[in-house]
Each structure stands twice: as structure tokens, then as C-alpha cells.
């Protein structure tokens, strides 16, 4: 039997291949993005950060004794991940929008719809699909996040990382934390929690294609 970390990776590859096939995604790697594209793709990314720790935090508060080991997980992943909001409300200034601006926009139905999926999949279906959210996002940071950095630089002849600081740290950033999330998976030996996972992951990829769709 294939270790967590290698099923949920062979059972979830047809949903990431249809995230980078997706037109849009190679569009933004190939030719970047207009300023007025990238705020709104900055100004939608905000409430994926803002909603991360928060989304962890329900889970946390779920998982049960025999499961702790996911438990500490997400206490430390939330560390890392606390206070990352304020680095995109930085980029959104360096790009000519206010903190006042950034904080009063309101996320499209795509952005809502994948944050209300994972509170609910945190409170409804099982704590540990937030795993599911974690695997997806950091495929999109570590695998996308270079080249979407570096074409949009490019398009928008940005200097140094003023702008990018965001999304280009956590093309690194999120490189190192799956080889930790890869361990946690391998930990999982309940079915349902795997299956939950699996269903996250695949809805997550889906739904974060829509979001760039919108942009």
C-alpha cells in the first residue's frame, strides 16, 4: 500500500493538471499580468491569508485525541503563517492601493466560495481535510509561484521584490513546509480522514482556478 502522501498525490493529479492546463494560469506564466489584474489578483489573495490561520484554527479545535500529531501540526504551521496578510497589504501599497483600500474590498463569490468550503469542511466533514487546503495552496506557492513571480515582474517591470514580496516568498517558503506536510500525511491511518483530504484537495485546486478566472 502507497503511503498517504503518494495515493493523495496520484488520486489528486488529474485536478492539479487542470489547474496548470487552466488558460488563464498560463497566460499569467507566460506574459504576467496588467497592474489593474494584478491588484485584483493581490486585493483576492488577502482573503486567503487573512482566512488561512482562521480556517486552521476550526480545524484544530476538531481533531481528536488520536489524531494530535495534526493537532501540533497546525499549531505551528498557524506561527509561521500568522501576521502573512500584512505582507500582501504591503505589496497592495507599493501598487498603489491603501491599506484602507485593500481592507474595504470585497473577495468575489470564487474567493467566498473556496473559503466557505473550508470552514465547512474544517467543521463538517473533517478536520483533517484542512491538510487537503494546506497540500493544494503550497502546490499552487511552490510549484507556480516562481514563474507567475518572474513573468510578472518582467510585464510589469518591477524592481528587486517591491510588489511580489507575497507571492515570491512563498514560492520558497512553501517548497520547505511540504516536505513537513508530506510527514504529517504519512502519519494518517483513518479512511475517512484520507477521503476528506482527497475531496479538499480536488476542490481547492478547482476552486482557485476559478478565482484566477475572475481576475
Given at each position: 500500500m502507497l503511503p498517504f502522501f503518494a495515493d493523495l498525490v496520484s488520486r489528486t493529479d488529474e485536478a492539479r493538471r487542470a489547474f496548470e492546463s487552466n488558460s488563464k494560469v498560463l497566460d499569467i506564466v507566460a506574459n504576467g499580468l496588467p497592474l489593474e489584474r494584478y491588484r485584483k489578483l493581490l486585493l483576492e489573495l488577502y482573503h486567503v491569508v487573512w482566512h488561512f490561520n482562521p480556517v486552521c484554527a476550526a480545524a484544530a479545535s476538531r481533531v481528536g485525541d488520536a489524531q494530535k500529531q495534526v493537532r501540533y501540526f497546525l499549531y505551528d504551521h498557524m506561527n509561521e503563517e500568522k501576521g502573512h496578510e500584512e505582507w500582501v497589504v504591503n505589496d497592495l501599497e507599493a501598487m498603489g492601493v491603501t491599506a484602507e483600500e485593500a481592507l474595504a474590498y470585497k473577495p468575489t463569490a470564487h474567493m467566498l466560495a473556496l473559503n466557505g468550503y473550508n470552514y465547512w469542511s474544517a467543521d463538517r466533514l473533517h478536520p483533517c481535510s484542512v491538510?487537503?487546503?494546506?497540500?493544494?495552496?503550497?502546490?499552487?506557492?511552490s510549484v507556480y509561484g516562481g514563474p507567475m513571480t518572474a513573468a510578472i515582474t518582467d510585464s510589469l517591470l518591477l524592481q528587486g521584490d517591491r510588489g511580489i514580496s507575497f507571492i515570491s516568498s512563498h514560492a520558497t517558503l512553501d517548497a520547505e513546509h511540504m516536505a513537513d506536510l508530506r510527514l504529517i500525511l504519512n502519519t494518517?491511518?483513518?479512511?475517512?480522514?484520507k477521503e476528506a483530504i482527497v475531496e479538499s484537495t480536488v476542490f481547492n485546486f478547482h476552486q482557485f482556478g476559478r478565482v484566477l478566472e475572475a481576475i
Open positions: 491538510l487537503g487546503m494546506l497540500y493544494a495552496l503550497e502546490v499552487i506557492a494518517l491511518q483513518d479512511e475517512a480522514a
